[in-house]
């Protein structure tokens, strides 16, 4: 089954500090999707990436970047330079097989991120 | 991407009542996914609903107490049943977008008292 693992629950840095969010994922499917979403106070979900499992190059979105690792299940996702805008809570999600698109995703438990002034 | 709009956006409901969410796509769309959010918890899928068949439930979830409709390729409903105060949670309609991933309605936030 799948699964998808988000260890920190809170984390609290001061703008402009640098900041990763980690996710750790299980499938026994050698095709799936990883996603991230940002969910800000208003409560909707923001798409912000997605990654499939043949593609283990890194991106880079302006000051957002991830990297992917599959020999360790890993898709962790960097703020560079936070800003108060970037809190919110941040979900990795994960969908087997299929095209990405016609699958169940499966939610981490959410990192709740905090930027101060 | 798609444009979903989701309605109602909120309610207040008195338990033993039943409440139906609407969600309509500007696009035709193959699979509907419903999802529940529980107050400060993570997304947990409902159901996935296909036109022109039952929807599929997740375990834990059955289809008394959440019935789905999926009359045509731009519109689903969710009902939440014979609701209790556990019920409370934002519910999310959502679609598979390719590239753009999956786009979510707005969410309808529901508390039952």
């Known amino acids: 089954a799948q699964k998808v693992t988000q260890a920190q629950t809170e984390i609290s840095v001061v703008e402009k500090e640098d900041v990763t969010l980690d996710c750790v994922y299980e499938?026994?499917?050698?095709?799936?999707?990883l996603f991230w979403y940002k969910q800000p106070p208003s409560g909707e979900l923001v798409f912000l990436i997605r990654?499939?499992?043949?593609?283990?190059q890194n991106e880079i979105s302006g000051r957002y970047s991830w990297n992917f690792q599959k020999s360790t299940s890993s898709f962790n996702f960097t703020i560079t330079a936070s800003q108060v805008v970037d809190s919110a809570v941040y979900f990795c999600?994960?969908?087997?097989?299929?095209?990405?698109?016609?699958?169940?995703?499966?939610f981490g438990k959410g990192i709740t991120l905090s930027v101060r002034p | 991407s798609a444009v979903i709009s989701q309605k109602p956006s909120r309610d207040i409901c008195q338990r033993g009542t039943s409440l139906t969410i609407q969600c309509q796509v500007d696009?035709?769309?193959?699979?509907m996914f419903w999802y529940r959010q529980q107050p400060g918890q993570s997304l947990t899928l409902i159901a996935t609903a296909n036109q022109g068949s039952e929807a599929t439930y997740e375990s834990g979830f059955v289809i008394d107490k959440f019935p789905i409709s999926r009359p045509n390729l731009t519109f689903s409903t969710l009902t939440v049943s014979n609701m209790s105060p556990e019920d409370s949670s934002i519910y999310l309609c959502s679609v598979g977008q390719g590239l753009s991933g999956y786009t979510f309605g707005s969410g309808t936030r529901l508390t039952v008292v």
């Open positions: 990654r499939n499992s043949f593609d283990e």
């Open positions: 696009s035709q769309v193959t699979m």
């Open positions: 999600a994960l969908s087997e097989g299929g095209t990405g698109a016609n699958s169940k995703l499966t």
């Open positions: 499938t026994r499917d050698t095709t799936y999707y």
